[in-house]
Every structure is written in C-alpha cells, then in structure tokens.
C-alpha cells in the first residue's frame, strides 16, 4: 500500500468514530494532497459541525482582532456586551510605535458594555455619547471604527447613521464595521466584512479629491502584515533595501492616513491574501494598481519574494535585489548551518489560520524539517490551490480539522513537533509533543526576513531540543 493510501486509511480509521451522518460531512474537509493535482482535494468555507471543538472565530473577531484592530492611531469600540470586547483587547502582540493613551491606541480596549436596558431600548444614543467622551478624553486620535457585536444584528442599531452623523459632529473618519458574529462560518466574512468598510468609508470619500502626494516610481504598499512581533518591520526593511519606498503598511503598526494613501502606490504586497485579498482586488479594478503576494518565510522563499517584487520594477530594483540577497546570504547560511544539523528530518504537523500553514513550509524545508500534515482553520478553495505549491505528496490535509481529529492524526503521524493555535498549545504538550504557537509566535519573533528566520529557528531548536522532554514521553514512545 503507498503512504497516500495508507494516509487515506488514516483518514477513514479516524472518521469512522462519527455517527454516519457527521462522518459523511467531516470526509469532506479531510484528504491527502497526491502529487500533480491542483488542488488538496478538501471543502472549505463551510459551517462547523456543530457537537465538535473547532478553533475558528467569528466575523466579529476577523474585522476587530485582525484587519482594523491594530490601526494604530484610531479608537476601536466593540460594540455590545463586554465578554466579546474583551476577549479581543490585545490579543495578537500587532506591535506599534506610539505613546499608548497619546496618539495610538492599539492595546486599550473600548467598549458599549451592553446591559440589558440597551438590548431593550436600543444602544444608539449611548454610542454617540461614546464617541463624543472619546474624542474628548483622547484629542489625539484620527477617527473611530464601530465594530457590532451579535445583539446589534439582532435589535437593528443603525450604526451607520450614528457613524455618519458623528463623523460630522468630531470632524474625524468614523467607519461602522457590521461584523457581528453571527455572520459567516468565521472570521473569515469579517475580514471581507472590514476590507469592504476600507472600501466605502476611507476610499471612496477621497476619490476625485486632488492630493497633494508626492510620488515616486518605488512606492510600495504592505497589505496584510499585523506586524506580530515585528514582523512588519523586518519585512520592511528588506524592500527598503532594494530601493523600494513603503508609503504604507497595514493592518500592524499602521495608520488611517497611510491607508489613504495607498490608492497611490505602484504596488501592493500583501502577506496574507485571505484577510486582504478582497481589497487588494478592489484597488486593482478601481486604481489600477497590481498587486503581488509574497512570502518571507525563510532563506529559499525571502530570495525568491525579492525577486518577484523587483520583477516589477526596473533595473536598478532588480540588482539591488540581487545585491541584498548576497549580502544575507552568508547570515543565512550560517543559521543553517548552526541549526539544521539539530533539526533534520524532524516531522512537523500544522494548523493555523490566515497564510501560515502554507507559507511557513519553506521556512521548516530550510532546517531540513518534514511537513506531513497541515491545514486551515478558516481557509477558501483558494487557499487550498496555493498549497499545493507548497507540499509534497502523501502530506494529510485538514480544512477545520476538530479538536478530536486533530489528536488522532498526531498519534498516527508521531509528529516531532506541533504548530498550531493556542487552543492546541496545553492539549499536546501534555501528551508529552513539543509546540510552537504559531498565531502569535508565542511571544518571541519576529519570524518574517533574515533577522525573523534567526529567531524561528532559534524557536524551533529550543522547543524540539529542550531537555524537558527527557521527563515525558508522547503516548507512542512510552
């Protein structure tokens, strides 16, 4: 029997757990990627099953925790009860320079905190007197976003007028984000959600307004960068290298401003296509401005990035390009060097949401490390296409994979190593697995460029190599 077949075996052994009728819809979201096709083979973008653990999010936590949340200098106001605001107050390390409480805002945490008297009467006449407290308290700030949670769907505050109005009374952008949690199959609708809001409500205000922007032949944008860690601003420095001018990046260490700016850039970079793709499209249909993804997930894909994005532009990019590329090398080379050695032909399995389970492949490839198993929490068919250009045959597939398939697949697999989410993290280091929190690179990075590929490896070396894992043994080791 070939491994995809006994992989498929896998796949079914685990299914077979299920009642029939949840079987028939999980054996859809799960399969085994075969050398030459195009796609992984699995569905996407459909509702959980309900009855298992699932580790998405909702629409709320894709416009809030992820597109508009870490713009910087403007006031964020969960809108309703306190529990969803909270659980998104600071959660993705979006680092920002700033003076918190001055001029950027992006670890305060404001909100309505509904009572029951405002599901009741409405919470209208409490956001407007919200944004004027604010704007008063917080002179500073350059505008506000209203992001609604579940009972705002439900009672029908018309936070548009509100945003309208106020906008108006303060002079500021405020931008009404209808990203209730209810919306969608995840955070998946609320980052269409969000980028649709940058769409009506910061670019179509300024169009056919004249700007005084002073414009090169190099401008650049960063789209979809949340800056964990400071991932952002290796990233950064890498395209200002090869001569490239950044006039924007966002989400991560971000600003209103640079965000209205960005109709004006040559090109768009966008790092993680789900969350940014829809309006990277829009301004490419509007502004005729191209837009590119790239990787800078270690050495091979970093090279291979520069690349492509000098591709676009003229000569004197591409050897600059090239000219950086040399000069890293040798760092490259001697991470490489130091680490690989300790951390060939460990097995890696993956689930993560946005780009990573796809664009840290190359990264683990560098250090001579297996991927056999990876997937998306929240991923499109899209998505599942790009991947194939990142595995290799025989490697198991998982869309949404739940808390009980993904336990099962570990203990078939033996992975060396866990990547994943936070809600994963506590689950497999106690069956005695060394993990990597990859949503927010538990608490180290950044990961992006030749200085983040020091510290990745540097991260993996240390959770695999620990001599912590003398003490405990994974159940198929004892």
């Not at 992006?106 to 599901?119: A, K, L, N, V």
């Not at 000219?323 to 300790?342: D, F, G, Q, S, W």
């Not at 250090?367 to 997937?375: F, K, N």
């Not at 398939?405 to 989410?421: H, I, N, R, T, W």
Request: proline share 4%; hydrophobic share 35%; charged share 30%.
């Amino acid at each position: 029997m070939s491994t995809v077949e006994e992989r498929k075996q896998l796949i079914k052994e685990v299914l077979d757990t299920y009642p029939e009728k949840a079987r028939k819809k999980r054996e859809k979201h799960l399969g085994v990627y075969e050398e030459g096709k195009s796609d992984c083979g699995v569905k996407s973008n459909k509702k959980s099953l309900p009855g298992v653990m699932t580790a998405r999010g909702c629409a709320y936590a894709g416009a809030k925790g992820v597109v508009w949340g870490p713009i910087k200098d403007m006031i964020h106001i969960s809108h309703g009860p306190v529990g969803c605001g909270y659980y998104s107050w600071s959660g993705r390390r979006n680092y920002y320079i700033g003076t918190t409480g001055v001029d950027t805002f992006g670890t305060m945490q404001f909100t309505s905190d509904f009572q029951e008297r405002d599901i009741v009467f409405g919470g209208d006449k409490k956001l407007k007197k919200i944004i004027d407290e604010l704007d008063e308290l917080f002179p500073l700030n350059n505008g506000m976003t209203i992001e609604s949670e579940c009972p705002i769907g439900l009672i029908g505050d018309d936070i548009e007028a509100v945003a309208r109005e106020k906008s108006k009374d303060i002079g500021k952008t405020v931008v009404p984000v209808r990203c209730e949690g209810f919306r969608g199959v995840s955070q998946s609708l609320g980052h269409h959600i969000a980028n649709d809001t940058i769409r009506d409500w910061v670019f179509k205000p300024q169009d056919g307004q004249e700007s005084d922007f002073d414009s090169t032949p190099y401008d650049v944008a960063i789209i979809g960068d949340y800056n964990i860690g400071g991932d952002a601003w290796s990233s950064r420095i890498l395209l200002e290298e090869i001569g490239l001018r950044v006039v924007a990046q966002w989400s991560g260490d971000g600003t209103l401003e640079e965000m209205k700016l960005t109709p004006n850039v040559k090109l768009n970079l966008i790092h993680c296509y789900r969350s940014m793709n829809y309006i990277s499209r829009y301004m490419e249909e509007k502004y005729g401005i191209p837009w590119l993804e790239y990787n800078f997930f270690g050495p091979t894909k970093i090279a291979e990035s520069l690349r492509a994005i000098a591709a676009q532009f003229d000569e004197t990019i591409q050897e600059k390009a090239e000219e950086v590329i040399a000069k890293y090398e040798p760092t490259a080379n001697e991470i490489v060097a130091k680490y690989r050695p300790r951390l060939e032909g460990k097995k890696v399995m993956m689930m993560v949401g946005g780009l990573r389970p796809r664009h840290v492949v190359p990264a683990f490839k560098d250090l001579g490390m297996e991927i056999v198993a990876t997937g998306y929490e929240f991923a499109h068919g899209d998505d599942y296409k790009r991947t194939t250009n990142y595995v290799k045959d025989s490697t198991v597939i998982y869309d949404d994979v739940t808390g009980y398939e993904f336990e099962k697949f570990a203990e078939a697999l033996e992975p060396d190593l866990v990547a994943a989410g936070i809600k994963e993290k506590y689950v497999f280091q106690k069956m005695g697995l060394p993990f990597r929190q990859m949503h927010s690179w538990d608490y180290s990075g950044p990961y992006h460029g030749y200085d983040g590929f020091a510290i990745f490896a540097r991260d993996m070396d240390l959770a695999l190599n620990s001599p912590t894992w003398d003490l405990i043994k994974a159940p198929w080791k004892k």
